[in-house]
């Protein structure tokens, strides 16, 4: 962390104060996060058993814009996540979620290279769980997305891009539905041409 805050206040001085979110450009990026957690859980309703959780995720998010006007872009992201579970008594869940969302984000137009941006998307999302590496579910529906954060743009074409996101998304099968909701950070890099 120390290198990188080194290197960025090394490249400050020489950075272009504009970047290139005028009308006709496009943008390609790509975020990511990785979360660990561990949580004690209790089951039952008269006795008490407790299992130990392991939970491990990690999103990889593309995602393509055109700057139909200054400062503001029209695109679609995507997103899949895994998710697993790993209880003591050695069973896991596995979930695996795609999430397809047309988008619109506005990027504040200030002086500097830091400039803040907020999103906004609604679309499709998938979800596939295994449990204990028999039992199979798949659901569908569909999701929404609301998130913002600040591009460091290294130069006209580049940006370093850190953010939170909260999506929602209504998911359902024949016989039930699952309604979900997170929130997260991610980082990333953006790409304009």
Known sequence: MKKLLLLLSILLPSIALFAQTEKGTFVVSGATNFNFSNSEQEFGVNNR??????????????????FIIDNLSIGINGS?????????????????????????????????????????????SSLTQRHYNTINDSYEG???????????????????????????????DDK??????????????SFYF
């Open 142 to 172: 569909t999701a929404f997305g609301i998130g913002g954060g600040f591009s460091y743009f290294i130069n006209k074409n580049v940006s370093l891009d850190l953010g939170i996101q909260y999506t929602y998304s209504s998911l359902d």
């Open 80 to 124: 899949i996540t895994q998710r697993t579970e790993e209880y003591k008594n050695d069973t896991e869940t596995k979930q695996t979620i795609l999430a397809l969302m047309p988008t619109v984000a506005y990027v504040v137009p200030i002086k500097g290279p830091i400039k803040p941006f907020a999103q906004v998307g609604f679309g499709y």
């Open 49 to 66: 058993e407790v299992n130990q959780c392991n939970i491990t995720a990690y999103s990889l998010m593309p995602s393509f814009g055109y």
């Open 176 to 189: 039930k539905a699952i309604r979900q909701s997170s929130t997260g950070g991610n980082i990333g890099f």
